[in-house]
C-alpha cells in the first residue's frame, strides 16, 4: 500500500484531491479523516500541513506527496521531485516599498529582509555574495516594512496583487514553483511500479487539460490546407462523408486557440464545426 502525503487545507489541497480523482482514484472526501484509503486503488492519503510533507516524505512515513516546490527547497530534507504537475503556480520574488529606488542588487547589501522563506533566501544571497539581515516571521510578511521591521521582504508572489495593496514593488524573482510530487529517495521496486502507474494517470490527466476535440468538414481538395491549421497529434484522423468530395478531420486543439482556429478553417471553406469537451487524453 502506497502512502500519499497532501495538503489538509490551503491553496494546494483541492487540486491535489482533483487530479487524484481524475485520474481515477477515489477517495472518500466528506469523511475526510487524518488518513484516508482508496477504494479503488493501493493507495492511502495522509493530509498534512504543507510545511510538513517534505520531513513526511523524506523519513519514508509517506511514499510520496504533492507539495509547492517552494516547500520543498525551503525545507531542504533530500527527497526525489517525480514530476511537476503545473498547478499551484507562483514565484518568490524580493520587494521593496515603491517610493525607492532601486538600484540592482547592491540595494540588498546590508539591509533587512522579512520573510518565511529564510533558506531559500539566505543561499540566493550567498551564491550573489551579497549580506542581509534576514528576518524570518510566520505569516503577514507584506506589512512588515511600513511597520518598520524590515527594508524590504521575500516572499511568494501570484498575481502582485497584495503587494501593490501594500505599497511594495516587486525587483528580483528568486525562484519560480509549482506544485510537484515528491517521493521518498530509494522506494522500493514494488511501490515504484505504483509510483509509475499514478504518475502515467497524472501525466494524461495534465496533458487532457485545456485542450478540446475539433471535428471539422472539409471539401476534399482543402484538406492538406486544413491540417495546416489543425495539425494532428500522430497522424490525421480523415474519414470521408457520405457526401462525395468531403472529408471530416478530427484534431485535439488548445482550448485557447479555438476560435482562431475555427475561424481560419471557415475562411478555407470548412463547414459544420463541432468542437466538444475532451475528458482524457491516455498517453
Ligand atoms: P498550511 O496550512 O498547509 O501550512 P500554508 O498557509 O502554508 O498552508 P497555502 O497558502 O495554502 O500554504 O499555500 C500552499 C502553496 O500554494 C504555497 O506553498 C505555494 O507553493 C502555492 N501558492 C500558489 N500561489 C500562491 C499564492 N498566491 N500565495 C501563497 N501560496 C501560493
Ligand atoms: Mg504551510
Not at 493530509?47 to 513526511?56: A, E, F, K, M, S
Not at 503587494?163 to 519560480?176: D, F, Y
Not at 468530395?245 to 476560435?259: K, N, R, T
Request: proline content about 4%; some cysteine; hydrophobic content about 40%.
Amino acid at each position: 500500500m502506497l502512502r500519499i502525503a497532501l495538503q489538509s487545507k490551503g491553496r494546494l489541497n483541492e487540486k491535489s484531491v482533483e487530479l487524484l480523482r481524475e485520474a481515477g482514484i477515489g477517495i472518500e472526501e466528506n469523511s475526510r479523516r487524518l488518513l484516508s484509503r482508496s477504494s479503488n486503488f493501493p493507495v492511502e492519503v495522509l493530509y498534512l500541513r504543507d510545511d510538513d510533507i517534505p520531513q513526511t516524505v523524506s523519513c519514508g512515513i509517506a511514499d510520496i506527496g504533492i507539495v509547492g516546490l517552494n516547500e520543498v527547497k525551503e525545507r531542504n530534507h533530500p527527497v526525489e521531485v517525480l514530476q511537476h504537475l503545473g498547478f499551484g503556480r507562483c514565484r518568490l520574488s524580493l520587494a521593496i516599498p515603491k517610493y525607492l529606488e532601486y538600484t540592482g542588487l547592491e540595494f540588498f547589501q546590508g539591509r533587512k529582509i522579512a520573510t518565511s522563506y529564510p533558506g531559500i533566501l539566505a543561499e540566493w544571497f550567498r551564491e550573489k555574495n551579497i549580506g542581509c539581515e534576514i528576518i524570518e516571521i510566520a505569516g503577514s510578511v507584506e506589512i512588515s516594512p511600513s511597520i518598520g521591521l524590515s527594508d524590504g521582504i521575500f516572499d511568494i508572489v501570484s498575481s502582485g496583487g497584495t503587494l501593490v495593496q501594500n505599497g511594495l514593488k516587486e525587483v528580483e524573482t528568486v525562484m519560480e514553483s509549482d506544485a510537484v510530487l515528491i517521493g521518498t529517495c530509494g522506494l522500493d521496486e514494488e511501490k515504484m511500479q505504483t509510483v509509475n502507474v499514478l504518475m502515467s494517470r497524472f501525466r494524461s490527466v495534465l496533458c487532457s487539460r485545456g485542450k478540446k476535440y475539433m471535428l471539422v468538414n472539409v471539401p476534399d481538395e482543402k484538406i492538406e490546407e486544413a491540417l495546416k491549421i489543425i495539425p494532428s497529434m500522430k497522424s490525421p484522423t480523415l474519414l470521408p462523408l457520405a457526401d462525395k468530395g468531403w472529408s471530416a478531420i478530427h484534431a485535439v486543439v488548445d482550448e485557447a486557440d479555438v476560435w482562431d482556429k475555427a475561424a481560419e478553417l471557415k475562411k478555407i471553406g470548412a463547414e459544420d464545426i463541432l468542437v466538444l469537451s475532451m475528458e482524457k487524453l491516455i498517453i
